[in-house]
């Protein structure tokens, strides 16, 4: 069974430009959340969907957003991109929402550097 | 509101010693508590979780954990480290009924295996 695929894994942009990033979950998983890791501020919770949803959102500006799809696959797009969005963006994957009793299974992540 | 401390940031034991990585919590729910492990470049693999059956819980890799409600604590344990276990280690909480909205993730500890 194939894990939790995120695209692309390692990108480079400048600041002022935007991104979007990739999530394809594990097959037959219907809830996917976003998270932001950076050696400062750790793992946080940037949103969550199920079914084309989004159920949740942390504590990020707007230029943050996401999107997911009906075949459960989901976007997160930042645009007008600063210094401090240089970070590992991960992604992961639950059967469930919500699934505080289950299991989230994680991509490798998308390591975005912004000079 | 919940929190999640871990009293270390940096853990360094040699081969085939104990590993002992110490979490504590504060939630005002009944916790869902979990470990997860991240090698570099690499995503969240979950060790071990908690959700209120056996307080001694036995996860992957000879790992294990044991809540104990009033120490507010869920320390990770192993009795024999190996050179493959070395990696940073995040202990999680969730409150009951939540997405990952409610999740909250320690700063993690990286653990060093010396040969």
């Known amino acids: 069974k194939a894990g939790v695929t995120q695209t692309p894994r390692y990108l480079i942009k400048t600041r002022g430009q935007q991104v979007t990033l990739s999530c394809s979950p594990i097959s037959g998983h219907r809830s996917v959340s976003w998270y932001q890791q950076t050696p400062g501020q750790g793992l946080q919770f940037l949103f969550e969907y199920f079914s084309e949803t989004q159920r949740n959102k942390g504590n990020f500006p707007g230029r943050f957003s996401g999107r997911q799809f009906s075949n459960s696959r989901s976007e997160m797009n930042v645009s007008t991109l600063e210094l401090g969005d240089s970070a590992l963006y991960l992604c992961?994957?639950?059967?469930?929402?919500?699934?505080?009793?289950?299991?989230?299974?994680f991509g490798e992540g998308s390591r975005l550097t912004v000079l | 509101a919940q929190s999640v401390t871990q009293l270390d940031s940096h853990v360094s034991v040699s081969e085939g010693t104990p590993v002992l990585l110490r979490c504590n919590y504060s939630s005002s729910y009944s916790p869902s508590l979990f470990w997860y492990v991240q090698h570099p470049n690499k995503g969240l693999q979950l060790l071990l979780k908690?959700?209120?059956?056996?307080?001694l819980v036995k996860g992957i890799n000879g790992f294990e954990a044991e809540f104990k409600k009033s120490e507010t604590s869920f320390h990770l344990t192993k009795p024999s480290a190996h050179m493959s276990d070395a990696a940073e280690y995040f202990c999680v909480v969730s409150h009951s009924g939540g997405g990952a909205d409610g999740l909250t993730f320690g700063k993690g500890t990286h653990l060093i295996i010396q040969p």
């Open positions: 908690y959700t209120s059956a056996a307080t």
């Open positions: 992961a994957s639950s059967l469930v929402y919500p699934w505080s009793t289950g299991e989230l299974f």
